[in-house]
């Protein structure tokens, strides 16, 4: 694990326009001190508590399968708990993130309309709440107005475990909502968007259904539909919330940053395969429109490898690939 260089915060070609918000009070160990990173990442107690967190819940989720087996989880509940977390997940990363909130493709109305959908059955809030809060997490990143940053309280142990926490999922308690009319005007101008926002009660009620309704029909029974609830419903949801909740806190918190962003946003390969390619995390912040963010050699990004099938299809265009020339651009400026 590695800080970044304490280079000084440099221009980003590709990021929304500048902040209206001046620079936030320095206060000591404020996210705002950009510029000094002294200390903070040596402290053990919430490196051991972010791992403990983010880790403890799956292990005692994969230890619950084996009692399970046989006759609380099936074959088919395996299934379908993997076909709903990619279906989802892909809706997630693909559309409401590097599409919608991004714009690293262009998309026939067919594709844009799908992926509104799938995202939207990922249970993560309806599309304009998401992508008004992820511009203005790029637009604030780690700063004051950043919705979900773990360095919102500082940098001693204790405000980095309560950071942690609100970067997360506590910052989903928030009962104030970006300002939709700044963050997303152009989903408000799309009446197949406004659609698909008020829809997503309904897509959530669809996402929660689908499998109870699939499980109990192939195994003609109740009790097929209850754990292919209990699965691919229940736990398929909480697996993709942490998931992608993960990528705002670890993410913001411990790995590599050979990219250099003006944030505090990582890399972590661990969870590569997971997040769908999206905790290249630190890549991304360092140019957000590109459609890949996993750019290295062997880091895997299965949303950019599902962008390049569209791409091969005809179903989206414009895409906008990481070059060398811009890659270069960005390892220089990392050097810097
Ligand atoms: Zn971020
Ligand atoms: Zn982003």
Redesign the pocket.
């Known amino acids: 694990m590695t800080s970044g260089p304490a280079s000084p915060p440099a221009e980003l070609p590709a990021e929304p326009p500048a902040s209206p918000v001046t620079e936030p009070p320095a206060t000591d160990g404020s996210a705002s001190k950009q510029g000094d990173l002294s200390d903070h990442e040596r402290h053990i107690a919430p490196h051991v508590m972010v791992y403990l967190f983010a880790f403890v819940p799956f292990v005692a989720l994969f230890a619950a399968v084996p009692l399970a087996w046989g006759w609380g989880l099936s074959w088919l509940d395996v299934g379908l708990t993997a076909g709903f977390y990619v279906l989802t997940m892909l809706g997630v990363t693909v559309g409401f993130?590097?599409y919608f909130?991004?714009g690293a493709f262009r998309a026939r109305r067919g594709l844009r309309i799908a992926l509104g959908v799938a995202g939207s059955m990922a249970v993560q809030g309806p599309i304009r709440h998401w992508v008004a809060d992820?511009?203005r997490?790029?637009l604030f990143a780690d700063k004051e107005g950043d919705p979900h940053s773990p360095w919102a309280f500082g940098t001693s142990p204790a405000a980095l475990v309560r950071g942690f926490w609100h970067a997360h999922m506590g910052w989903i308690f928030d009962r104030s909502l970006t300002n939709q009319q700044r963050f997303t005007p152009d989903l408000l101008a799309d009446p197949d968007m406004r659609f698909v926002h008020r829809a997503f009660t309904w897509l959530t009620v669809l996402s929660l259904a689908a499998p109870p309704v699939i499980g109990g029909l192939v195994t003609w029974s109740w009790w097929g539909a209850v754990t292919a609830f209990f699965w691919a419903s229940l736990v398929r949801v909480g697996l993709t919330h942490h998931v992608a909740w993960s990528t705002n806190s670890i993410c913001h918190l411990v790995g590599e940053r050979p990219w250099g962003a003006r944030d505090r946003s990582t890399n972590v390969w661990l969870l590569a395969i997971p997040s769908m390619g999206e905790s290249w995390?630190n890549l991304?912040?360092a140019d957000?429109t590109s459609a890949r963010h996993g750019v290295g050699r062997g880091q895997l990004d299965i949303s950019a490898r599902t962008i390049w099938l569209f791409e091969k299809l005809g179903w989206v265009s414009h895409v906008k690939w990481p070059t060398e020339r811009r890659l270069g651009r960005l390892a220089a400026r990392a050097a810097a």
């Open positions: 993130h590097r909130t991004h992820h511009r997490h790029h995390h991304h912040h957000p």
